[in-house]
């Protein structure tokens, strides 16, 4: 089946403009996380989304922000673009059982984001 | 965010080398996994462990889950070339929320 797609891979943004990057998770898996992966700061959480609702959120300021559609694709948006926000950002899927086999994440190649 | 504790940060070995890397919790977790992520890609998952103990293989790849559930290791056997990359750990906590090691970034010398 096919995995994680996220949209576009590459984008060039100038400073103050906004982003909109979105990710269709693998069929069958309703939760959707986001990541800010830089240099030296590894995975960050952004959030994540369950059935179109933000079930959990990290650290991040308001200018980003993220949305789930009704058929679990999710789109994360960062508006008024800084310098410090070029990463990679990865999408990451995962069906949500309890506990036990199938509890696990599966992640999109991700999209490179750089601002000048 | 938390982040679990990977050790070692990075590694340089010869080629047919075994390398052996591990992440520690303060927490307990039900699920770790362990991730490989090459240079511009997103983290390809290797190995998934639900079971306090478990010992779980994926070719030359080896990973357990600790006894106490707040470890797990993963050693790699007769390293090559293609190993080359950056492995991650994840842990997901009693809350059904995961949580990623800072990474190992190993280098494997021909």
């Known amino acids: 089946k096919a995995g994680v797609t996220q949209t576009p891979r590459y984008l060039i943004k100038t400073r103050g403009q906004q982003v909109t990057l979105s990710c269709s998770p693998i069929?069958?898996?309703?939760?959707v996380s986001w990541y800010q992966q830089t240099p030296g700061q590894g995975l960050q959480f952004l959030f994540e989304?369950?059935?179109?609702?933000?079930?959990n959120k990290g650290n991040f300021p308001g200018r980003f922000s993220g949305r789930q559609f009704s058929n679990s694709r999710s789109e994360m948006n960062v508006s008024t673009l800084e310098l410090g926000d070029s990463a990679l950002y990865l999408c990451?899927?995962?069906?949500?059982?309890?506990?036990?086999?199938?509890?696990?994440?599966?992640f999109g190649e991700g999209s490179w984001l750089t601002v000048v | 965010g938390q982040q679990l504790n990977q050790s070692p940060q990075s590694m340089f070995i010869q080629e047919g080398e075994d390398v052996s890397m591990n992440c520690t919790s303060s927490?307990?977790?039900?699920?770790w996994l362990w991730y490989k992520q090459d240079p511009g890609e997103g983290p390809v998952l290797l190995i998934a462990?639900?079971?306090?103990?478990e010992l779980t293989s994926n070719g030359r790849l080896t990973a357990q889950f600790g006894i106490t559930r707040k470890d797990s290791f993963l050693n790699i056997s007769a390293s090559i070339p293609s190993d080359v990359g950056i492995y991650f750990c994840?842990?997901?906590?009693?809350?059904?929320?995961?949580?990623f090691g800072t990474g190992t970034s190993l280098t494997v010398i021909p």
């Open positions: 927490s307990i977790f039900n699920t």
């Open positions: 990451a899927s995962r069906r949500t059982v309890p506990i036990g086999p199938g509890n696990t994440i599966y």
């Open positions: 462990l639900y079971k306090a103990g």
């Open positions: 994840a842990g997901e906590n009693t809350g059904n929320q995961f949580y």
């Open positions: 069929s069958g898996h309703r939760s």
């Open positions: 989304y369950f059935s179109e609702t933000q079930r």
